[in-house]
Protein backbone atom coordinates (compact mmCIF):
# COMPACT_ATOMS: atom_id res chain seq x y z
CA UNK A 1 0.00 0.00 0.00
CA UNK A 2 1.12 3.83 -0.78
CA UNK A 3 2.43 5.52 2.22
CA UNK A 4 -0.08 8.17 3.78
CA UNK A 5 1.67 11.53 2.58
CA UNK A 6 -1.15 13.57 3.68
CA UNK A 7 -3.21 14.21 6.68
CA UNK A 8 -6.91 13.59 4.53
CA UNK A 9 -8.05 11.32 2.70
CA UNK A 10 -10.84 13.69 0.49
CA UNK A 11 -9.71 17.39 0.11
CA UNK A 12 -11.26 20.19 -1.29
CA UNK A 13 -10.84 23.64 -2.05
CA UNK A 14 -13.63 25.83 -1.23
CA UNK A 15 -15.28 29.71 -0.29
CA UNK A 16 -17.38 28.78 2.38
CA UNK A 17 -21.29 29.80 2.57
CA UNK A 18 -20.67 32.19 5.62
CA UNK A 19 -19.95 35.03 3.57
CA UNK A 20 -16.30 34.73 4.18
CA UNK A 21 -13.81 35.73 1.36
CA UNK A 22 -10.71 33.49 2.82
CA UNK A 23 -10.58 30.84 0.27
CA UNK A 24 -9.93 26.80 2.72
CA UNK A 25 -9.46 23.79 2.88
CA UNK A 26 -12.04 20.63 4.21
CA UNK A 27 -12.36 17.21 4.35
CA UNK A 28 -16.09 16.67 2.78
CA UNK A 29 -18.46 15.15 5.30
CA UNK A 30 -20.21 12.09 3.46
CA UNK A 31 -22.94 9.62 4.82
CA UNK A 32 -21.16 7.00 2.48
CA UNK A 33 -18.39 6.30 0.09
CA UNK A 34 -19.93 6.30 -2.62
CA UNK A 35 -21.28 9.81 -2.11
CA UNK A 36 -17.89 11.16 -3.15
CA UNK A 37 -19.46 11.20 -6.67
CA UNK A 38 -21.75 13.50 -6.14
CA UNK A 39 -19.32 16.00 -4.03
CA UNK A 40 -19.79 18.84 -6.95
CA UNK A 41 -23.54 18.28 -7.16
CA UNK A 42 -23.96 18.84 -3.66
CA UNK A 43 -22.18 21.71 -3.53
CA UNK A 44 -23.35 22.89 -6.38
CA UNK A 45 -26.66 22.85 -4.42
CA UNK A 46 -25.82 23.96 -1.22
CA UNK A 47 -25.66 20.84 0.93
CA UNK A 48 -21.69 19.93 0.85
CA UNK A 49 -20.55 20.16 4.28
CA UNK A 50 -16.61 19.58 4.93
CA UNK A 51 -14.44 19.34 8.13
CA UNK A 52 -12.74 22.47 7.73
CA UNK A 53 -8.24 21.42 7.53
CA UNK A 54 -5.63 24.19 9.03
CA UNK A 55 -2.49 24.49 7.11
CA UNK A 56 -1.45 26.42 4.61
CA UNK A 57 -0.95 24.07 1.79
CA UNK A 58 -2.59 20.42 0.81
CA UNK A 59 0.54 18.96 2.69
CA UNK A 60 0.05 20.79 6.13
CA UNK A 61 -3.58 20.87 5.77
CA UNK A 62 -5.00 18.85 9.38
CA UNK A 63 -8.41 18.36 10.10
CA UNK A 64 -10.06 20.60 13.10
CA UNK A 65 -13.62 19.94 14.47
CA UNK A 66 -14.95 22.83 12.80
CA UNK A 67 -17.88 21.56 10.53
CA UNK A 68 -18.79 24.36 7.12
CA UNK A 69 -20.78 24.39 4.39
CA UNK A 70 -19.39 24.90 0.84
CA UNK A 71 -20.81 28.16 -0.63
CA UNK A 72 -17.92 28.13 -3.85
CA UNK A 73 -16.37 24.91 -4.76
CA UNK A 74 -12.95 25.54 -6.35
CA UNK A 75 -10.37 23.15 -7.74
CA UNK A 76 -7.77 21.10 -5.67
CA UNK A 77 -4.49 22.90 -6.61
CA UNK A 78 -3.65 26.45 -7.48
CA UNK A 79 -1.68 27.18 -10.23
CA UNK A 80 1.53 28.46 -8.52
CA UNK A 81 1.73 25.12 -6.45
CA UNK A 82 1.82 22.76 -9.62
CA UNK A 83 5.92 23.03 -10.41
CA UNK A 84 4.57 21.27 -13.79
CA UNK A 85 2.07 18.84 -15.91
CA UNK A 86 3.64 15.63 -17.54
CA UNK A 87 0.96 14.28 -19.81
CA UNK A 88 0.84 11.06 -21.35
CA UNK A 89 -0.47 10.45 -24.88
CA UNK A 90 -2.12 7.33 -26.07
CA UNK A 91 -2.08 5.20 -22.89
CA UNK A 92 -5.81 3.77 -23.34
CA UNK A 93 -6.27 0.96 -25.54
CA UNK A 94 -9.22 1.61 -27.10
CA UNK A 95 -7.96 5.43 -27.88
CA UNK A 96 -4.73 3.97 -29.35
CA UNK A 97 -6.31 1.57 -31.20
CA UNK A 98 -8.92 4.32 -32.73
CA UNK A 99 -6.12 6.20 -33.84
CA UNK A 100 -4.81 2.86 -36.09
CA UNK A 101 -1.68 2.96 -33.77
CA UNK A 102 0.23 0.08 -32.38
CA UNK A 103 0.07 -0.56 -28.90
CA UNK A 104 3.69 1.49 -27.29
CA UNK A 105 5.88 -0.29 -26.04
CA UNK A 106 6.60 2.55 -23.79
CA UNK A 107 5.26 5.77 -22.69
CA UNK A 108 5.19 9.34 -25.20
CA UNK A 109 5.52 12.02 -22.24
CA UNK A 110 4.85 15.82 -22.94
CA UNK A 111 4.29 18.45 -20.65
CA UNK A 112 1.96 21.42 -19.50
CA UNK A 113 3.03 24.65 -17.85
CA UNK A 114 2.03 25.96 -14.14
CA UNK A 115 -0.85 28.16 -15.72
CA UNK A 116 -2.96 25.55 -17.03
CA UNK A 117 -4.38 24.71 -13.99
CA UNK A 118 -8.07 25.70 -13.71
CA UNK A 119 -10.28 25.71 -11.56
CA UNK A 120 -13.38 23.06 -11.18
CA UNK A 121 -16.44 25.34 -12.81
CA UNK A 122 -14.49 27.84 -14.21
CA UNK A 123 -14.54 29.18 -17.28
CA UNK A 124 -11.89 27.81 -19.44
CA UNK A 125 -10.49 30.64 -21.98
CA UNK A 126 -10.07 29.37 -25.82
CA UNK A 127 -7.61 32.07 -27.39
CA UNK A 128 -8.57 32.90 -31.07
CA UNK A 129 -5.85 30.93 -32.18
CA UNK A 130 -6.80 27.82 -30.62
CA UNK A 131 -10.98 27.61 -31.86
CA UNK A 132 -10.84 25.77 -34.93
CA UNK A 133 -10.56 22.40 -33.46
CA UNK A 134 -10.98 22.80 -29.65
CA UNK A 135 -11.17 19.21 -28.15
CA UNK A 136 -11.47 17.76 -24.82
CA UNK A 137 -9.37 14.79 -22.93
CA UNK A 138 -10.89 13.36 -19.60
CA UNK A 139 -8.05 11.95 -17.96
CA UNK A 140 -7.12 10.37 -14.06
CA UNK A 141 -4.38 12.94 -12.74
CA UNK A 142 -1.66 11.79 -10.75
CA UNK A 143 -0.04 14.37 -7.70
CA UNK A 144 3.35 13.60 -6.89
CA UNK A 145 3.71 13.83 -2.74
CA UNK A 146 7.38 14.06 -2.71
CA UNK A 147 10.63 14.31 -4.85
CA UNK A 148 11.10 11.57 -6.88
CA UNK A 149 14.05 9.98 -8.97
CA UNK A 150 15.09 6.46 -10.85
CA UNK A 151 12.06 4.81 -8.71
CA UNK A 152 11.07 1.60 -9.22
CA UNK A 153 7.55 0.99 -10.27
CA UNK A 154 7.48 -1.67 -6.85
CA UNK A 155 8.14 1.51 -4.89
CA UNK A 156 6.44 4.11 -6.84
CA UNK A 157 3.36 4.66 -5.28
CA UNK A 158 5.24 5.35 -1.82
CA UNK A 159 6.02 9.13 -3.87
CA UNK A 160 1.78 9.41 -4.61
CA UNK A 161 -0.40 11.63 -2.51
CA UNK A 162 -3.29 11.47 -4.41
CA UNK A 163 -5.20 11.76 -7.67
CA UNK A 164 -8.22 13.55 -9.18
CA UNK A 165 -9.82 14.29 -12.52
CA UNK A 166 -8.47 16.55 -15.01
CA UNK A 167 -9.58 17.93 -18.87
CA UNK A 168 -6.75 17.49 -21.47
CA UNK A 169 -8.22 20.58 -23.31
CA UNK A 170 -6.16 20.05 -26.80
CA UNK A 171 -6.62 22.40 -29.92
CA UNK A 172 -6.19 19.83 -32.92
CA UNK A 173 -4.76 21.49 -35.53
CA UNK A 174 -2.21 23.05 -33.43
CA UNK A 175 -1.42 19.62 -32.68
CA UNK A 176 -1.39 17.84 -36.07
CA UNK A 177 -2.06 20.14 -38.83
CA UNK A 178 1.26 20.29 -41.04
CA UNK A 179 0.77 23.61 -41.74
CA UNK A 180 0.84 24.89 -38.13
CA UNK A 181 2.41 22.03 -36.19
CA UNK A 182 5.03 21.37 -38.71
CA UNK A 183 6.03 18.20 -39.96
CA UNK A 184 6.05 16.06 -37.10
CA UNK A 185 2.52 16.24 -34.54
CA UNK A 186 3.51 18.31 -31.47
CA UNK A 187 1.40 18.41 -28.79
CA UNK A 188 2.65 20.56 -25.82
CA UNK A 189 1.97 24.38 -27.68
CA UNK A 190 -1.30 22.69 -28.46
CA UNK A 191 -2.15 21.97 -25.28
CA UNK A 192 -0.42 24.76 -23.21
CA UNK A 193 -2.70 27.32 -23.49
CA UNK A 194 -3.86 28.87 -19.94
CA UNK A 195 -6.11 26.93 -18.20
CA UNK A 196 -6.55 23.96 -20.43
CA UNK A 197 -5.49 21.87 -17.34
CA UNK A 198 -9.13 22.19 -14.85
CA UNK A 199 -8.69 19.50 -12.23
CA UNK A 200 -11.87 18.63 -9.56
CA UNK A 201 -13.84 18.32 -8.03
CA UNK A 202 -11.00 16.84 -5.24
CA UNK A 203 -8.28 14.68 -4.40
CA UNK A 204 -8.70 11.83 -3.17
CA UNK A 205 -5.40 10.31 -0.82
CA UNK A 206 -3.53 6.91 -2.57
CA UNK A 207 -4.09 5.62 0.53
CA UNK A 208 -7.42 5.59 -0.02
CA UNK A 209 -7.22 4.65 -3.66
CA UNK A 210 -4.23 2.87 -3.76
CA UNK A 211 -2.95 2.40 -7.58
CA UNK A 212 -5.87 3.91 -8.78
CA UNK A 213 -7.10 0.33 -10.80
CA UNK A 214 -10.77 -0.04 -11.77
CA UNK A 215 -12.26 3.30 -11.40
CA UNK A 216 -14.46 4.12 -14.25
CA UNK A 217 -14.25 7.14 -16.14
CA UNK A 218 -16.78 9.24 -18.25
CA UNK A 219 -16.32 12.13 -20.43
CA UNK A 220 -19.71 14.52 -21.47
CA UNK A 221 -20.28 17.38 -23.00
CA UNK A 222 -23.47 19.45 -22.83
CA UNK A 223 -24.70 15.91 -20.88
CA UNK A 224 -24.07 13.71 -24.03
CA UNK A 225 -21.66 10.80 -23.06
CA UNK A 226 -18.41 10.93 -25.57
CA UNK A 227 -16.20 8.97 -23.39
CA UNK A 228 -16.95 6.05 -21.33
CA UNK A 229 -14.00 3.38 -19.86
CA UNK A 230 -12.26 1.87 -16.58
CA UNK A 231 -9.06 2.95 -15.44
CA UNK A 232 -7.89 -0.76 -15.64
CA UNK A 233 -7.76 -0.05 -19.79
CA UNK A 234 -4.63 1.74 -19.20
CA UNK A 235 -1.65 0.34 -20.89
CA UNK A 236 0.82 1.71 -18.48
CA UNK A 237 -0.64 2.14 -14.91
CA UNK A 238 0.32 4.49 -12.37
CA UNK A 239 3.14 3.07 -10.75
CA UNK A 240 4.61 2.00 -14.23
CA UNK A 241 4.25 5.53 -15.67
CA UNK A 242 6.26 6.92 -12.47
CA UNK A 243 9.01 4.95 -12.57
CA UNK A 244 9.22 5.51 -16.58
CA UNK A 245 9.03 9.47 -15.86
CA UNK A 246 11.38 9.49 -12.93
CA UNK A 247 14.57 8.16 -15.10
CA UNK A 248 16.95 10.49 -14.99
CA UNK A 249 14.61 13.49 -13.85
CA UNK A 250 13.11 14.40 -10.44
CA UNK A 251 9.47 14.30 -10.30
CA UNK A 252 9.16 17.34 -7.74
CA UNK A 253 6.61 17.20 -4.83
CA UNK A 254 3.21 18.65 -6.04
CA UNK A 255 4.02 17.83 -9.55
CA UNK A 256 1.07 16.17 -11.54
CA UNK A 257 1.04 13.44 -14.25
CA UNK A 258 -1.78 13.18 -16.71
CA UNK A 259 -2.53 9.54 -17.69
CA UNK A 260 -3.91 9.90 -20.98
CA UNK A 261 -7.71 9.81 -22.18
CA UNK A 262 -9.60 6.96 -23.89
CA UNK A 263 -11.29 6.91 -27.36
CA UNK A 264 -14.11 9.39 -27.81
CA UNK A 265 -12.68 12.48 -28.25
CA UNK A 266 -14.04 14.85 -30.37
CA UNK A 267 -11.18 14.52 -32.97
CA UNK A 268 -12.08 11.31 -33.80
CA UNK A 269 -15.85 11.46 -34.19
CA UNK A 270 -17.79 10.69 -37.57
CA UNK A 271 -18.35 13.32 -38.23
CA UNK A 272 -15.76 15.36 -36.03
CA UNK A 273 -17.39 17.07 -33.64
CA UNK A 274 -14.87 20.06 -31.72
CA UNK A 275 -16.33 21.88 -28.87
CA UNK A 276 -17.80 24.95 -29.51
CA UNK A 277 -18.57 28.48 -27.38
CA UNK A 278 -20.24 27.91 -24.18
CA UNK A 279 -19.92 24.24 -24.26
CA UNK A 280 -20.10 22.08 -20.83
CA UNK A 281 -17.65 19.61 -20.39
CA UNK A 282 -17.29 17.06 -17.56
CA UNK A 283 -14.93 14.44 -16.61
CA UNK A 284 -16.31 12.04 -14.18
CA UNK A 285 -14.01 9.34 -12.21
CA UNK A 286 -15.67 6.86 -9.72
CA UNK A 287 -14.52 7.74 -6.12
CA UNK A 288 -13.39 11.07 -7.54
CA UNK A 289 -16.29 12.75 -8.59
CA UNK A 290 -17.32 15.26 -11.73
CA UNK A 291 -15.20 18.46 -13.09
CA UNK A 292 -17.41 21.02 -15.08
CA UNK A 293 -15.84 23.66 -16.92
CA UNK A 294 -17.50 25.70 -19.79
CA UNK A 295 -15.44 26.63 -22.76
CA UNK A 296 -15.22 30.50 -23.24
CA UNK A 297 -14.07 31.73 -26.87
CA UNK A 298 -12.55 34.82 -26.42
Not at 60 to 69: F, I, L, Q
Not at 131 to 153: F, P, R, T, W
Not at 232 to 246: P, R, T
Request: hydrophobic letters at 35%; charged letters at 20%.
Amino acid sequence: MPSRLVAWDRLVRYIPSSGEAEIRYGEPLLEKDSDVDSIAQLAQDGKLQVKMLEGQDIWSARPTDRVETVGQLLGPLEAGTVPIIRCIGLNYKTHILETGRPLPTCPTVFTKPSPSVADHGEDIPIPKIAQEQCDYEGELVVLIGKDAKNVSATDALQYVAGYTAGNDVSARDWQREVGKAGPVPQWTFSKSFDKYAPLGPCLVASHVLGDAHGLSLKTFVNGELRQNTNTSDLCFGVAKLVEFCSQGQTLQKGSLIMTGTPGGVGLFMKPQAFLKDGDLVEVEIGKIGRVSNHMKFE
